[in-house]
């Protein structure tokens, strides 16, 4: 009879080990699996880009206003990226400061040009762009007026419109292409232009003959006649727009422009 109790006795301290065992393996697991979750590696990253963010060159900032690359005016240049060092009460060594116009005389003295050269590769302690790598041309040297039409001079920079029309700065707003013209002409025009398209009276691309006595009325007549839309003398219906008027006029131009120069013009 007690040796049976002795027994049980042992049996239930066994229980109670095993137990504790899988408890303690179910919390180890647990944790492991805690530390690999993707909890844990988002805190990694951001700790990473905070610490590229705290590395990071000075002058190296997000304008963070929504403003496309190309378009920023120099204010907008100057308060985020050069005031760092050419606000008025800057106290970097040799850095000219905005209306200290008997530091920026000699500078401006040199000319835009020499000015906008030394600005762009660096000069001593002026670092490259201010160290604004994503700097155009253009912005660079509005900036540069900016600053120096603060100090006593009346620099011209190119405005910031002249850069929207001018394709190499602008990655977001680009100008329709001919490119762009093939394909509305592709979902649009095509019905009534394409080369074997059976409309009366509409000019067929690449018949050169169709297209030769319209070219002769300049580019201008073609743009409004296709924006606008436009009646011929043997009672040819063109559609504003080709009857799409979502299109915008720059889009209808590039068509114009894609189907005259498919059909021996150049415009
Ligand atoms: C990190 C500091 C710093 C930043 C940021 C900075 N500059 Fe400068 N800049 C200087 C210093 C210093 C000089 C004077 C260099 C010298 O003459 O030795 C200078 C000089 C210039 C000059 C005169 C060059 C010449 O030929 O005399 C221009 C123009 C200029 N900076 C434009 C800018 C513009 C535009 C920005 C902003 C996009 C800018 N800088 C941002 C430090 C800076
Ligand atoms: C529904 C048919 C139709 C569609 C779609 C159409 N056109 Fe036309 N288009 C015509 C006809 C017909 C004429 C000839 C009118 C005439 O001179 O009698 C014409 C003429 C033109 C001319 C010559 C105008 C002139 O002054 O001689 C241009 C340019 C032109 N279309 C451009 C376009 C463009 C660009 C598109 C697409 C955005 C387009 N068309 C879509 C039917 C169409």
């Known amino acids: 009879m007690n040796s049976l109790s002795n027994h049980k006795a042992s049996g239930s301290a066994l229980t109670t080990l095993l137990g504790g065992i899988v408890i303690l393996i179910a919390v180890l697991f647990f944790l492991v699996k805690l530390a690999g979750s993707n909890y844990y590696s988002t805190v990694e990253e951001t700790t990473q880009s905070a610490t590229e963010t705290r590395i990071m060159p000075a002058g190296n900032i997000t304008m963070g206003d929504g403003t496309p690359i190309g378009q920023r005016t120099g204010e907008q240049i100057f308060s985020k990226v050069c005031i760092q060092c050419h606000a008025a009460d800057s106290s970097v060594p040799d850095a000219p400061k905005v209306t200290h116009n008997n530091e920026w005389a000699p500078r401006i003295a040199k000319g835009l040009d020499a000015l906008f050269n030394n600005a762009l590769n660096g000069f001593n302690a002026m670092p490259a762009k201010g160290g604004q790598a994503d700097l155009t041309d253009d912005e660079l040297k509005r900036a540069i007026a900016h600053m120096a039409n603060q100090s006593g001079g009346s620099l011209v920079a190119p405005e910031v ?52 006595p319209r070219i002769k009325q300049g580019k201008e007549v073609l743009f409004k006649h296709a924006i606008e839309g436009f009646n011929g003398p043997d009672g040819g219906v063109m559609p504003a727009k080709g009857g799409n008027l979502g299109l915008s006029d720059d889009e209808v131009k590039a068509a114009v422009t894609y189907m005259v120069n498919q059909s021996g013009g150049s415009i």
Request: with cysteine; charged share 20%.
């Open 161 to 212: 419109n002249a850069d929207a029309s001018g394709a190499e700065d602008t990655a977001v707003a680009s100008p329709v292409t001919e490119a762009d013209g093939q394909k509305v002409f592709e979902s649009i025009c095509m019905a009534c232009h394409a080369a074997d398209s059976a409309i009366p009276l509409s000019p067929k691309i690449t018949h050169n003959d169709e297209w030769a």
